[in-house]
């Protein structure tokens, strides 16, 4: 498991109420799954705030920098430290 840096931006940041939080995960499905803190032992996002569930469906990534593109959460390994910025759709995109 690493710990990596999760920014948010636009209507993202809005709805989870910070600008970034640090989060110990192994891959990017588990960062979502762990936003803002409220996911379960079981991995699920069942607490998490509906707003922000939805706008992290839509958003596209970047870890360190690169795009994930359309690459699957699960199979985006995240390195140590890494930063990953989520971008929700802007401008009505």
């Known amino acids: 498991m690493a710990i990596v840096t ?3 931006w636009a209507a993202a940041k809005e709805a989870a ?21 409220n996911a379960t032992e079981n991995g699920d996002a069942a607490g998490q705030d509906p707003r922000l569930r939805a706008i992290l469906a839509r958003s596209s990534f970047l870890v360190d920098g690169v795009p994930v593109g359309t690459r699957a959460p699960e ?7 890494a930063v990953i910025e989520d971008l929700p759709p802007f401008a009505g995109g």
């Open 17 to 37: 109420g910070t600008a970034e939080e640090t989060v110990t995960a192994g891959t990017l499905a588990e960062v979502l799954a762990a936003a803002r803190g």
């Open 6 to 8: 999760l920014r948010y």
């Open 75 to 81: 199979a985006v390994v995240l390195p140590d430290a």
